[in-house]
């Protein structure tokens, strides 16, 4: 498993902060509790909000739909397995000295992989936030964290109330869970090879044009 790193930057003390970190492979193998106690030891690295009982629910409900849709992906193709899962990492944000946290994000060689979970069916409101949350995730990775500059990036928001869902809502992929294969090749490639340097990636430096500081 990852071990944590804490960065600070300007006054941004959560960057380069994240719950949890392993390959899919070691993901998989670890329990729902095991899991969860890692998130919640970790989470007062991300936020300096609170822990609550919503937030642990979420968790459980992204557990259970990732291990067994990133299951049958490991075992139809065990190299997707080398690749790496986070949680809950941080991102730079302009607009929240906090960061910002895609819920998941799947690393591959060249391939950014973000998950964004709902756990309920959601209206147009809804959908004009996760797009707009989809935009800022790939503008901050592909043009400000150094080490994504040159990688592709794919966003999905996954409904796990929802049955045989699939659409697309500008460049986010929105589905339900039994949908997951229809997006595999979006969130880690067609052909799956593990990051180099995982760490060199999660500790990345910012780069930011003098316009926008």
């Known amino acids: 498993m990852c071990r944590r790193i804490n ?10 902060s994240f719950c949890y970190c392993s390959t899919i492979d070691e993901f998989l193998e670890l329990d729902q509790k095991k899991w969860l106690q890692a998130m919640k030891e970790n ?5 300096p909000y609170d822990l609550n009982q919503k937030q642990i629910d979420a968790w459980k409900d992204e557990y259970d739909v990732l291990h067994r ?3 049958k992906t490991v075992r139809a193709n065990k190299k997707y397995g080398k690749l790496q899962i986070i949680f ?3 991102l730079w944000d302009f607009d929240n000295e906090n960061g910002v946290r895609p819920d998941v994000i799947l690393l591959s060689a060249d391939r950014i992989g973000i998950i964004e979970f709902k756990t309920r069916s959601i209206d147009d409101d809804s959908y004009q936030y996760v797009t707009s949350q989809a935009k800022k995730y790939r503008h901050r990775f ?6 994504s500059k040159n990688m592709k990036l794919g966003t999905v928001a996954l409904m796990t109330s929802m049955k045989d869902y699939y659409e697309i809502r500008g460049r986010v992929k929105c589905i339900s869970p039994d949908r997951f294969e229809d997006v595999k090749e979006t969130l880690m490639g067609r052909y799956p090879s593990p990051h180099k340097d995982v760490w060199r990636w999660i500790n990345s430096d910012y780069h930011f044009p003098e316009k926008n500081l």
């Open 142 to 147: 592909l043009h400000n964290h150094d080490e």
């Open 43 to 47: 989470y007062s690295y991300v936020t």
């Open 7 to 16: 960065v600070k930057m300007k006054k941004m003390r959560y960057i380069n």
């Open 69 to 71: 849709q990133l299951g």
């Open 88 to 90: 809950e990492y941080v």
